[in-house]
């Protein structure tokens, strides 16, 4: 069967469709890690093993879909355990850096506010555009210069005010600047060994649970933090576990849509929507907490989606359009797929 060209208003419809769900399960994601690393967490860290937890979820659903898939059917296509994929050098560094995101976030969570979310993580898409210069050869404009300055600003007042009303722990900024660093790597990573390996965004996201539940667990064991789970309060809890357990199934989630959107369109669009994601976040958190914020942090958000709207419109432009890869060609299954 012959590849068809969707038409681009169909594309639009199937790309918006995957930002939604992505957007859905990004902030559930983070309001469900926060109450697991600050509410219900011991006093021990345990931020390695709720990543790890979360993929061996991740690992164990979809080898549960494949085989409901084998049983009663289905178009889900199967994702395989092929040794040189895991091992080709651009799915573990994907892989390295999905994980170290994770890690860091939750680390970051311990000491920021959600509302304080959108303003730590910002640093993403700088970080973006300097890996896409440096890694993928793009050329830098005078607009990517000024929505970067906008960006910059806008995090050094966010987090001046930041501390000013709520005295957030310097470590937290720390972090955020880590996760910020590995997003902005693991995008692009995603999207080499996508293109090398022709990977769809199933294989991508059980790669990348099996071999971060795999990388970690030494660690689980070697820092203790198995231990400190077992031996706390919330190893019995049953709504932290039940927490646990969902937060497992939206980070498989996220990884599959993350990796369908960037497959769909490119890493840069892919962070352009979290930050705008992460704006309605911020609102959400600061209404849902009651808090009151200064009009300088409120200017520090504000600088912040200046510079990535100024970044977008430079992106949507007729000439530099065509980095978004709107087109989407819908590959029919390979028929060795339909046997296994």
């Not at 709720?50 to 199967?78: C, D, F, H, K, S």
């Not at 890996?131 to 001046?160: C, H, N």
Request: aromatic share 10%; net charge positive.
């Amino acid at each position: 069967m012959a590849g068809a060209l969707v038409t681009p208003e169909s594309s639009y419809i199937l790309i918006g469709t995957v930002l939604v769900a992505h957007w859905t399960c990004a902030m559930s994601m983070v309001f469900i890690n926060k109450a697991l690393v600050s509410g219900r967490a011991p006093s021990a860290d345990i931020s390695l093993f709720i990543v790890w937890i979360q993929n061996l979820i991740g690992v164990a659903l979809i080898q549960v879909i494949n085989l409901g898939t084998i049983i009663v059917g289905g178009t889900w296509e199967r994702a395989k355990w092929d040794l040189s994929t895991l091992l080709h050098p651009d799915m573990i560094m994907s892989s390295v850096t999905f994980t170290g995101t994770l890690v860091f976030n939750n680390l970051m969570l311990k000491y920021i506010s959600v509302a304080f979310y959108q303003v730590a993580r910002s640093l993403t898409l700088i970080f973006v555009i300097t890996f896409s210069m440096i890694i993928l050869q793009e050329k830098i404009t005078s607009r990517v210069v000024v929505a970067s300055l906008f960006i910059v600003m806008g995090f050094y007042i966010g987090v001046d005010q930041e501390m000013l009303s709520t005295g957030v722990n310097p470590l937290g900024i720390m972090y955020a600047v880590v996760a910020s660093l590995l997003a902005a790597l693991c995008g692009i990573f995603f999207k080499r060994v996508q293109k090398k390996k022709m990977l769809s965004s199933v294989q991508l996201t059980f790669n990348n649970c099996l071999i971060s539940s795999l990388g970690l667990t030494p660690l689980i064991f070697s820092t203790s933090q198995l231990n400190n789970f077992l031996y706390s309060s919330m190893s019995e809890d049953l709504t932290a576990r039940m927490l646990l357990f969902l937060s497992g199934i939206m980070s498989l989630s996220m990884g599959w849509l993350s990796a369908l959107q960037i497959s769909l369109t490119s890493p840069l669009t892919h962070n352009i929507s979290i930050n705008a994601k992460s704006l309605f976040q911020t609102v959400l958190a600061v209404i849902w907490s009651g808090e009151s914020r200064a009009w300088l942090w409120w200017l520090g958000n504000g600088l912040v989606m200046t510079g990535i709207a100024t970044y977008t419109a430079h992106k949507l432009n007729p000439q530099t359009r065509a980095s978004l890869n709107m087109d989407v060609e819908i590959q029919a299954p390979h028929p060795t797929n339909r046997n296994k």
